[in-house]
């Protein structure tokens, strides 16, 4: 599956069985893994493995979500 988002403050991503890809395509903020926080900007991209996770995006950004 995969969905393109457009953030524009904050955005929650809940998954318990899929391997998460998100590729920032514009923007900049931050990406929150459960308790590890990232900086991200425009051409970044982030894996996160598969079980159950909570993602937060905060920042003005779009991005590409792809469920595996």
């Known amino acids: ?6 953030v524009g403050s904050e955005m929650c991503i809940r998954d318990s069985a899929s391997f998460i890809s998100v590729i920032f ?6 990406i929150t893994v459960d ?7 425009a051409g970044e991209s982030f ?5 159950k ?7 003005e ?5 792809t469920h595996v």
Do not use: D, Y
Request: proline content about 0%; hydrophobic content about 40%; glycine content about 12%.
């Open 25 to 30: 395509v514009s923007g900049r903020g931050s």
């Open 61 to 65: 950004s779009e991005c590409i979500v």
């Open 53 to 59: 996770k909570n993602i937060i995006i905060h920042g």
């Open 35 to 41: 308790s590890r926080t990232l900086e991200f900007k």
């Open 1 to 6: 599956e995969i969905a393109q988002c457009l």
């Open 47 to 51: 894996f996160v493995t598969a079980g």
